[in-house]
């Protein structure tokens, strides 16, 4: 079974940076794609970025594109979200996910149907 731990959150003044971690238990995420998502009280959960498990191709949401930054440590063990400049719309919980098959595109920042585990979350809350 995978499990996925979120770390990282917490709460930051408008313009702050903060970096998420997401990590599997018991194994490497080297063999799978990974998403970040975000969900705000009462909206949709969105996707904020994703990274491709075999060169590193990364998408990123139109509202975050120049200041969030996905990436993976070298052992691939730890996927990556620095969030810079951040704002208060920024204010959701995050989750990591991690996909299960094969596959890459933009669908996996547009769908959380294209991934097969979820972790449980962090808020992250922007505010002064």
């Known amino acids: 079974q995978v499990q996925l731990v979120e770390s990282g959150g917490g709460l930051v003044q408008p313009g702050g940076s903060l970096r998420l971690s997401c990590a599997a238990s018991?194994?490497?995420?080297?063999?799978?794609?990974i998403g970040w998502f975000r969900q705000a009280p009462g909206k949709e959960r969105e996707g904020v970025s994703c990274?491709?498990?075999?060169?590193?191709?990364?998408y990123y949401a139109d509202s975050v594109k120049g200041r969030f930054t996905i990436s993976r440590d070298n052992a691939k063990t730890t996927v990556y979200l620095q969030m810079n400049s951040l704002k208060p719309e920024d204010t959701a919980v995050y989750y990591c996910?991690?996909?299960?098959?094969?596959?890459?595109?933009?669908?996996?920042?547009?769908?959380?149907?294209?991934?097969?585990?979820w972790g449980q979350g962090t808020q992250v809350t922007v505010s002064s």
């Open positions: 990274i491709s498990s075999f060169d590193g191709a990364a």
């Open positions: 018991g194994f490497g995420l080297d063999h799978y794609a």
């Open positions: 996910a991690a996909r299960g098959r094969r596959g890459w595109g933009i669908s996996l920042l547009r769908s959380i149907y294209e991934y097969d585990y």
